[in-house]
Structures are given as C-alpha cells and as structure tokens.
C-alpha cells in the first residue's frame, strides 16, 4: 500500500496479532499472545504494572525488538501496511515515532537541530526538506528557541520535548511512547500530555502512550489497554477500565476514582473534570475557599537539620547561577517532609548541600548526621554480595534498618528494584547509626521514578518505619530512634501518602512550607487530583475526600 | 556537570565561521608555535590563542586550557631541568640521584624547557578554544561525505564521553555518600561500575540511532548549511599569519638557541612576526556594521546605550 494510503488511515496505526516474545536467555516471555489494534488518530493508554510487559510491547511496535534486542518471537505485528517483524526500526521510523523514559539516552548529536534534523539526514532529505521540516517540528513543539541551544544545557522537560520532535520530525502517524513524564515536574509532565493531546487532535498523530502514573492521562486517552504478566488483561473506554480495575487491581485505578469508590459514587471518573460534572449533577457544589491558616509546627524538640539564610551556587560551565537563595529550614526528629519544586528549583541541591556535597557561599547549615539516597540507587551499588557491601555488625544493622537482613548472601543484582532501593540507602545508613538508632536524616531524592504504584506503597512503609511512625524491625519507636525523613519528589499523589510537610521551593527559595494538607491542597500543579476534584482546604487525599463528600467534620 | 571545553553555541563570527575556516585559523596559531622556538613569538601565540577565545565568549574554556596548559609547561620546565644538565649557567648541584645521575641545574635547560612548555600550552589553549567554538556536529557532517559511518560514530563517541563524565562525577558523589560502615570503595570497582554503566547507556543510544535511520542505506545528504559570511575573514588571517610566520622563519625571525648558552635573538623579523601573530587573536572580535543616521553620521546597527542615543538624537533632528 502506497504511503498516502497509509497516511488517510486506510489501514490501524498499529495491529498485533499473537504476538509472543522472549528476550535473549531470559527464563520466561515478556510478552504472551497479545493482540491488540490501534486505529489512526486513536490516543490509546498502556497501563498495568512494572514488568508486565508495556515497554516490550513498545519495542516490538517500533521494530527495537526483535530487531536490536534479538531474542525469540511469533506472531504478527503490522505499523499501517508494514510488517515490523520484517522490517527494521531504521524503515519504520517513517511510519512510528518512539520515546524512551530516559531523556539522556535518546539524543545523540551535540545541538537541538542537529539532533532533530539527523533522521531526514539519514534518510537522505534534501536541504530544504529537512529546513522546513526541522522548523515545523520546532513549532508544533514550541522549541523553537531551543534549535541553536547544546543538547547538554537543557532540563530533563526540554530534552524530553527535543528527543519527541526528532522522533516527531519524519511525520509518522503513530507515536509510542514509555513513561515519558516519569522524570518531569507535575508542570512539564502536564505539558507533555496536552502536547500530545494537541498533536493527536491536529495532526491525527495517533498516541500508545504507556504510563503509570493514571491520574495524568487518563482523561486524554481514546481507551486503555491494561497488560498483567505480558498479556493483555483489558482493552476498553477510560470509564471502563477504571471499573475493572477496581476490581481486578485496585494499585492501578486514580485517585479521583479512588475517592468515588469510598464514597459510593458512579460513575467512577477518568478525569477532574468528569468527576466535578458528576458532583455537580448529584448536587454536590463547591464550598467557597476558606483561606488557609499557617499551623504551627507540633514538634518543640531540637531540630535534627537547620539551615539560615542558606546560598549555594552552582557553576554549570559557562554560567555560574544561584541555585539556593537564602534558605530558612529546620527539620525535627520523626518529621516526614515532601520537598518539591519544579525541575531546577534547588531540590536535589538542598540535599546536596546538607550531605556535604555543596559549600554553601554565604548562610550556613547544621545537620546531626544526614544519610542520603540520591537519583539513581544503581550507583551504590559496585559489589556481587550484599553482604560485602555491608560488612560486620554497622552493616548488619543498617539492613535490618531497612528490612533487607534477609538477602545478606543475595546479589545486587538479583534483587527486585525496590530491594536494591533499599539496600542503597542501607549503604547510606551503615556506621552512621548508633546501634539501631538511625541517624538524623535520611533524605531520599526522586525515589520514585519509574514506580508503580504497589512498589510505591513500599516505599512509604519503609518512611513510616524510618521516622519512627511505625515500630521498627524488633523494637518499639522512640524519640531516639526516629529520623526526619526528607523526600524531594514530583510524584504529589506520592507526598500525599507519606508526607506530613510540604515545603515548597521556587527558583531556590522557599515559597511554600506547612502541612501537607495545607500546601497540597492549595494550588493547581502541586495538588493532588482529589485536591483539583474538591477544591476543599485540606482535602487532598480519597478518604478524606470520601469523608468530606458524606459530610463528615475533619 | 559540563565539560569547561563543551561546545556551547553562541552567536560570534568564530562559532558561525564554517568548520573549515575556525580550523585554518586555530591550526594556524598552533602551526606558529610547532614552528617557532622564539619565547617571545610563542609568548604572541598563546596571546592569540586567548585572545581569540575570550573574544569568541569561551572564557571558562580558556581559563581552564590555561589553568591546565601553565601546570603542563611547568612541569615540563621541572623535568627538562632535572633531566638535561647541558647548558652553561648552573645554578644548583642536586648532586647523584638514582636513575639521572648527577643532576647539574642550569637556566639553559630551564629555559629550553619553557619554550616546550609554552608550545604545549598555545596548542592547549587553541584546542579548547577550537572545542567550545566549533560545532562538533558541522565538522562531523563536513567529514560525512568522505567517510559516513566513521563520522557518525565519532558523533557517537562524542555524544557518550560527556555522558560518561557525568556518570564518573555521580558515581564519585554515591561513593562519596556511602555510610562508614559501609565497605570502601575504591578505584577499581568504581572503574568496572562506570564500563558496565557506560556499556548500557551506549546500548540505548545504538538503538536511539537505530531509530533515527542509522541502519538505512541511503544516499548520503547535502549539507543544508552555507558558507559564512565570516569565512573569507579567518582563512586571510590563516594565511597572512602562515604566510608571515615562513617569511619569518626564511629571515631568521625563530632566532634561539638555549645551548650551551641562550642566544635570544630580538630582531625586527621577530618582533614583526610576534605582533603579527598576536593580532591575530583578534580575528573573531565582532565588529558592528554602521550606517548613515539621518545627519550623515555613522550609526552602529547593534550596540550598546550610546549608540542608541545616538540614533534617537538622529531621529529628533529630523
């Protein structure tokens, strides 16, 4: 079939049909009999949990597997007319675009044009062709300010924007993409979405956009396809799938769902917007907004972290800039803090600066002792034994701080991501606790990229056990024993489950710091989705919502 | 964390200049001082180097070639010092030493060993000026034709030592924030982590490749960009400083001689050459092209607030 042909949509963007595969000696099949069809123009979610089989499925649509990966595979997979089993990602990149999760792997030249013009290069466009198209992309795209600009100067948001043009820039009619927003702010990652939205609305882009965090696109999408151990387990509408899932998997439904659910209302929706007609049409308005009051901190014993009038600067080659702006903090023992912020707004400095890694140019710090997990927990890791990793009794000790006593004979690598997680911060933690007492901050930075939801809800157990809210392994939590548990996060559904505090940065300084209801209810980008749903002071998470909807007094 | 010698575009003649221009211009000056032992005329390249630098905006770049060429050129000075005792001047017996015998200090060998030093240090500075002004991308499409998938690997390398820069320097901070009662880590095993992190990062940037058309067989394409306008400028500054540089060199402007005595030699060939060569630095300055304002007088296009006030004056006269 000629290429108009496939442009006007006489064929699905996308048909698999039985399509079964396994990675090189790998022990089981990423992907067992999945058939699915996308239909042009169609904006289609792929949800289900980590490992069940979503970014293999992605490969497969845009040629990576088997052609790149090797491995076994049967089955059928058609991009318009082309057969992808047959064909090369090199050819298919005509008729599919893809985006990978990691922004930094996915650009290979040195400036934005370059890297946006290199596919048409290859193709061997002609000058003119690849001008306007490169400038068309950069349009649609709204980068245009970023063509003459290095690719190792931009922000995790503008490298994602730049690495979806150049998979963008040949015009294909299908776009997959694989957890795109895991490491956006809640501003870049909303961006994202609606961009998509737009292209699939305007250019008749059709969207297989796979995701875990549901609350963000679910409103944007056609249908959903839920994959549970390399199959499909639903293919249906939004409303339905939330109907499902609450059934099936309760770890994948929204939060505004979620809320319905608890407070027996239906339909369950897939959006704020649906679930505000839905309030609306049961006769439930909107409260006026009662202006929030500051409340003072519960805790009076000595802070385990302060910092006054704290500047840290950063030379980032060409430019040296200001990344912490005077910065008044104090975290107390068993204190369970959401540090958050836009990319670039002084996160990871902060934490940064209290471990040590930064000198402060003007104010200072004290810390009692901080342990740190910073972005990717992979790079503590250098041994093939937990156990040599963690040597005598401070090792010990700190793997049972974490519950990982068990697997002191495992390899690193053989545990699962959570695990390794873990044991990161147990390497963190090791020697600076005074037999079980942990030491007097643990922060933990993005620790939640690339989660799904149940692994989340790990992660906010081990929070709780860490600031003493629940007991430890074997022995009850004292004041001596809690930490003050610091979390730089994006993931606001995420702060909502584990953070008693919110504090707020913007541009390197403080603009927000109080309770998490508080702060988490009393914006547009950093709240939660029952938060946008009920627009009511401190209500930010399903049961509080579900308990203000039936009219209970907070 | 950027590289100091990381390309960063700008908008001044030496980054718009074709590649094959800002390397004539840089590979002349480093050409000077692989020709010349003259302190002095290596003195006016490492000027021009500079000088072409900080005029094309890549300061952190020249400050750090210089940091890291002045250190190299002392050393090289210790060493030649230590290790050739020719010369006629002593000025320190060390004595016997083990492996270098008797080891005689002379100013000779010092300043034979600076004049090496100083070579090193223009070529230094010249390659990271060359590096941060010159669009890595532009070269490597210039050489496609000649050799494609060499070029497009070099794109690829090129791409991934940065990458594995910033993986050392995190890997580096995690060793860093390790517990002490964790094991220590040394320089071994944080070696092997970064290949093994290194190896998975070039896997998924072959498949980004694969994904851009990498695989294809297609005819190789035109290069989209033009010459510039800066182009001619720093070829004839390439020319007339080789140009002047090998008439110097036949007039015997390179008079030096460090042994057994030094013959330093300050003739009007040298001093023409040297001030030649380190004008030159001054080849990517950005000269604003004028017009008439309404008086007749000459109004900068761009510029600062002066010559703004000067064309409202203009416009208030008409």
Known sequence: MSELAIRRGAAPALAVEGLSYAYPRAAGRALEDVSLEVAPGEFVLLAGRSASGKSTLLKAACGLVPHFHGGEIEGEVRVGEIDALETGPGELAAAVGYLAQDPETQVVSTTVAAEIELPLEMRGDAPADRARAVEEVALALAIPHLLERAVDTLSGGELQRVALAAALVTRPRLILLDEPTSQLD????????????RLNEEWGVAVLLAEHRLERCLAAADRVVAMESGGVAFDGAPADFLAWAEEADPALTTPAARLFSLAELSPLPVGVRDARQTLRGIGVGHPPHIASRRVPHPYSTAPVLETKGLWVELDRGEDVRDVLRGIDLQLRPGERVALMGRNGAGKSTLLRTAAGLHEPVAGKIEVDSIALLTQTPGDYLVRERVGDELPGDEGMAALRAVGLEHAVDADPRDLSGGERQRLALAIALAGRMEGEQLPGVVALDEPTRGMDHAR??????????????????????????????????????????????????????????????????????????????????????????????????? | MRSPFAYMPRRGPLQAASPGAAVSYLGAIVVVAFLYSNPLVLVAAGVAATLAGLLAGARTAVRAALRMGLSLALLIVVVNALVVSRGETVLARLGEWPLLGQVDVTAEAIVAGTSYGLRAAVAMVAFAVYSACVDPDRVLRALRPLAGRSALTATLVSRLVPVAAADAARLRDAARLRGPGAAVVGKAPLARRLLAGSLARAVDVAATLELRGYSLDAPPARNRRTASRHDRRFYAVAALVLAAATAGKLLGADDFHTYPSIELGLGPATLAVAAIVALSGLAPLRHARRRRAADGTKVPLYGGKSSRRRMEQGAVRV
């Open chain 1, 186 to 197: 809640p501003v870049a990652g909303d961006e994202l979405i609606w961009l998509l939205r």
């Open chain 1, 456 to 554: 989340k809800g790990e992660l906010v157990a081990l929070i709780e056990r860490l600031s003493g809210s629940v007991a430890l392994v074997d022995q009850e939590a004292t004041k001596a024993t809690r930490a003050a548990v610091v979390v730089a996060t994006h993931d606001v559904e995420f702060a909502s489950e584990f953070a008693e505090r919110v504090v707020l940065l913007g541009d390197g300084v403080v603009i927000a710091d109080g309770p998490m209801e508080e702060i988490l209810s009393g914006g547009w980008y950093f709240a939660t989705e029952v938060a946008r749903v009920l627009d009511l002071p401190g209500v930010v998470t399903p049961e509080q919502g579900a308990a203000a909807l039936r009219g209970e007094p907070r």
